[in-house]
């Protein structure tokens, strides 16, 4: 084991590491949020209970790990209208016919 004379590192030197701005357009795609996006529109248009309740998810989990406030929030904010959307129109809105028979 070595001493601390012999030591050649100099703690009064020492510096914390101070991470680089990085500005809000070179920032990483939010995976999360573009998937929510893309399960909130088939869960709209399509009408699958699953991708708009995956929608859900998804934002919320975007919404957690959000970065840039104003880009993200936007994103967010219309995956989960969509979601909503696609939720409300899975379990209020008309089911489908059936065909009278007399």
Same mark, same amino acid.
Do not use: H
């Given at each position: 084991m070595s001493s601390q004379a012999n030591d050649p590192r100099q703690p009064s030197t020492a510096k914390p590491y101070k991470t680089p701005p990085v500005a809000p357009q070179d920032l990483p795609i939010d995976y999360s949020g573009f998937i929510a996006v893309i399960f909130g529109v088939f869960g709209a248009m399509f009408r699958y209970k699953v991708c708009s309740w995956l929608a859900i998810i998804f934002s919320a989990q %975007? /919404? $957690?790990?959000?970065?840039?406030?104003?880009?993200? /929030?936007?994103?967010?904010? @219309? $995956?989960? @209208?969509?979601?909503? @959307?696609? /939720? @409300?129109?899975?379990? /209020?809105?008309?089911?489908?016919?059936? %065909?009278?028979?007399?």
């Open positions: %975007s /919404l $957690a790990n959000m970065r840039n406030m104003e880009n993200d /929030l936007k994103q967010i904010s @219309m $995956a989960m @209208m969509f979601g909503i @959307m696609g /939720l @409300m129109t899975n379990y /209020l809105g008309v089911g489908p016919r059936g %065909s009278k028979k007399t």
